[in-house]
């Protein structure tokens, strides 16, 4: 991420996420795009990534590692 990209904040509903290896998984796709949170115990994901990362590339990296994922207005 470029220091003056504008970003923006999404946060996710990840299915399928049963113990800290899987949100392990899960954080290492989407630090690919940026900043990631992922909380287990409530099956979320918060990502601060740049402006032009698209709804469908977060949801192909976490579906490439096996979980299924929403966003959650």
């Given at each position: 991420?470029?220091?003056f990209e504008?970003?923006?904040t999404?946060?996710?509903k990840?299915?399928?996420?049963?113990?800290e290896?899987?949100?392990?998984k899960v954080?290492?796709?989407?630090?690919?795009?940026g900043?990631?949170?992922?909380d287990?115990?409530?099956?979320?994901?918060?990502?601060?990534?740049?402006?032009?990362?698209t709804?469908?590339?977060?949801?192909?990296?976490?579906?490439?590692?096996?979980?299924?994922?929403d966003a959650?207005?």
């Open positions: 991420m470029g220091l504008k970003k923006k999404v946060r996710l990840i299915g399928g996420m049963h113990c290896k899987c949100a392990a954080e290492s796709a989407l630090k690919s795009f900043k990631a949170d992922v287990i115990k409530l099956g979320r994901a918060t990502l601060v990534c740049p402006e032009k990362v709804a469908t590339e977060i949801k192909a990296a976490v579906e490439a590692v096996g979980f299924t994922c959650i207005q």
